[in-house]
Structure formats: structure tokens, C-alpha cells
T-cell receptor, first 113, second 112 residues
Framework: AQSVAQPEDQVNVAEGNPLTVKCTYS??????LFWYVQYPNRGLQFLLK??????LVKGSYGFEAEFNKSQTSFHLKKPSALVSDSALYFC???????????FGPGTRLSVLP | DAGVIQSPRHEVTEMGQEVTLRCKPI?????LFWYRQTMMRGLELLIY????????DSGMPEDRFSAKMPNASFSTLKIQPSEPRDSAVYFC??????????FGPGTRLTVT
């Protein structure tokens, strides 16, 4: 079965420092990988995706993610964190039927001023 | 585009009452998804539709839950009778291209 894991419930980082939110996956076949963000009292928003091609994927709001096949990881990164990046981040893979998602449990990112 | 629209944004009801949640997807999107989010279980897919037809309802918790999509611009999720354990945030999402779902703001349901 398709699955993703986010090993950290909470990540704290100081404003201006680089941030990393971790995700590992287990899928059959070629992986399609996604990151979504949820700001307080809002629905999820698409950040970026990896389908094929370059291992470094650039997305919205200055975020990027690095696909590592040998480590089955797809970590989300940003060179310089902003307080406004504080939110809940979800890693996701397509489910068995292709159109739905299997979401990870989420990682709460807090960027401290 | 106004995005995915959900109503109501908040619903408080008593156990045993019927609850109806509403969703208007983005125009032109032919996939519609209903999710439930709780602290304990995270984000769960309940059901999704393609061209108004239910494709996968395996996530619907039990017979108390039902969902309909009578046309391309409207869907409902109904809980009858409601129970306290149904308290959650319910999200509707729609998509046109594969894997890029757009989520609504959610309906926060509290069943007392």
C-alpha cells in the first residue's frame, strides 16, 4: 500500500534560518510526491510536486523539495524561514486509485521571530 | 475564481440531529473530494466523485454518512443521525488536473 511518513510532529526554527521538513515514502512503481501546506483555519494549499525529472523541485513561496530515491525521501526545504511560514505541512502520495491522496500525519512548523 | 466554497463554515448541533454540509467546486473541475480532519486521525478521504459519479466511498465511516453530487457545481455530505465522535473539520476539494487538488476553507462541525 502507498504510504508516507513524517517523522517529526513539530519543527521549530528561527526566522532567517534554513528549514527542513522531513518526509519518507513507500510506494509501488515510480513515486509521485507532493507537499501541501495548511495555514490556521484554512484548507490545504498545494506547494509543489515531483513527478519526474530533476531531483530538486521548486514550488510556491520559495519552498523547494529534494527527491532522494535511495533514501526514499522527499524533504521540504527553504533557505530562509519567515514567521509567516508557520503552518502545518503535509506530504502526500497518490492512493491506490490514482486520483485520491494518502496524506502523512503532518508536521507543525513554528518559525520564531 | 472564488475557489472552492463550503457552507456553513461552522456548525454546532445536538446528537441525533441531521447535518448537511455543502460544497461548490471550482468551475471546470471534474473531480470532487470530501475529507475529514481530526487530531486523532489526521486527514482522511471520505469519498470522491468524477463527473458527478461516486468513484470511491470506502472512507465513509458508516451508513450514517452519505454524499451526493446532483450536478457539476454542487455536492452535499449528510450525517444522519449525528454523534459526538463526528465532530471534526470537513473539507471539500476539487481538481481538474491530476493530483492538484484545491481545498475549500472547511466546515467545523461540533456535535454535543
Amino acid at each position: 500500500a502507498q504510504s508516507v511518513a513524517q517523522p517529526e510532529d513539530q519543527v521549530n526554527v528561527a526566522e532567517g534560518n534554513p528549514l527542513t521538513v522531513k518526509c519518507t515514502y513507500s510506494v509501488s512503481g515510480n513515486p509521485y510526491l507532493f507537499w501541501y501546506v495548511q495555514y490556521p483555519n484554512r484548507g490545504l494549499q498545494f506547494l509543489l510536486k515531483y513527478i519526474t525529472g530533476d531531483n530538486l523541485v521548486k514550488g510556491s513561496y520559495g519552498f523547494e523539495a529534494e527527491f532522494n530515491k535511495s533514501q526514499t525521501s522527499f524533504h521540504l526545504k527553504k533557505p530562509s524561514a519567515l514567521v509567516s511560514d508557520s503552518a502545518l505541512y503535509f506530504c502526500a502520495v497518490p492512493g491506490n486509485y490514482g486520483q485520491n491522496f494518502v496524506f502523512g500525519p503532518g508536521t507543525r512548523l513554528s518559525v520564531l521571530p | 475564481d472564488a475557489g472552492v466554497i463550503q457552507s456553513p463554515r461552522h456548525e454546532v448541533t445536538e446528537m441525533g440531529q441531521e447535518v448537511t454540509l455543502r460544497c461548490k467546486p471550482i468551475s471546470g473541475h471534474d473531480y470532487l473530494f470530501w475529507y475529514r480532519q481530526t487530531m486523532m486521525r489526521g486527514l482522511e478521504l471520505l469519498i470522491y466523485f468524477n463527473n458527478n459519479v461516486p468513484i470511491d466511498d470506502s472512507g465513509m465511516p458508516e451508513d450514517r454518512f452519505s454524499a451526493k453530487m446532483p450536478n457539476a457545481s454542487f455536492s452535499t455530505l449528510k450525517i444522519q443521525p449525528s454523534e459526538p465522535r463526528d465532530s471534526a473539520v470537513y473539507f471539500c476539494a476539487s481538481s481538474r488536473r491530476i493530483y492538484e487538488q484545491y481545498f475549500g476553507p472547511g466546515t467545523r462541525l461540533t456535535v454535543t
